[in-house]
């Protein structure tokens, strides 16, 4: 993966950006439940039902890994050279929605970010590599590289994006030794 000096972000710009996200990421996390009919439930919707234990229930952090916040695009042959960059993307907020059943917990990770456009951009669609791991310890449960599609047709500005992946399940009893990375990842699909 390719660092750039490339697009330093305008503090305004970067806490809008974040301000969105943080206000979409809360919108997620909001939306949170457990299916199944549990007593002592509360009913959030007349649809979903969330209980005491579900609220209180451990859900495993995620995090970026180092270097994997951000991803830029050269053409051919410019790699490492600013003014030969296409698109520079990053990942500003990610969250995680948990749902338990039956001793299982589902888990589903979500990033949100932006895309800058670079001096040699093109209109066009986008695919940045995304790439979600689950490990318990050291053993990894699940990694899976999903491409993400960004529709860009402004050379002037950027373009906000939202990353959900594939929900993962593990056992809710080893659930606290589980943790989640996500990040950008150029590398083969290793799952």
């Known amino acids: 993966m390719q660092k750039s000096t490339f697009g330093r972000l305008n503090p305004l710009s970067l806490r809008f950006t974040r301000l969105g996200g943080a206000a979409l990421l809360g919108l997620l996390v909001a939306g949170c439940s457990t299916s199944g009919n549990q007593q002592g439930a509360v009913s959030t919707s007349g649809e979903q039902r969330v209980t005491q234990a579900d609220l209180q229930a451990y859900c495993p952090r995620i995090s970026l890994r180092e270097g994997t916040s951000f991803f830029s695009t050269y053409e051919k042959g410019g790699n490492g050279d600013s003014s030969r960059v ?79 992946g594939t929900p993962v399940s593990v056992p809710e009893a080893s659930s606290r030794q589980v943790q989640i990375f996500i990040g950008f990842d150029e590398g083969p699909n290793k799952g």
């Open 86 to 164: 296409v698109y520079q993307a990053s990942i500003s907020d990610v969250t995680r929605d948990c749902r338990r059943d039956n001793g299982t917990l589902t888990i589903t990770v979500a990033a949100a970010g932006r895309v800058v456009p670079g001096p040699k951009f093109r209109n066009g669609t986008i695919n940045m590599p995304i790439r979600v791991v689950v490990m318990e310890g050291d053993k990894v449960i699940s990694t899976k590289l999903h491409k993400q599609a960004v529709a860009m047709n402004n050379s002037q500005s950027a373009t906000q994006f939202l990353f959900a």
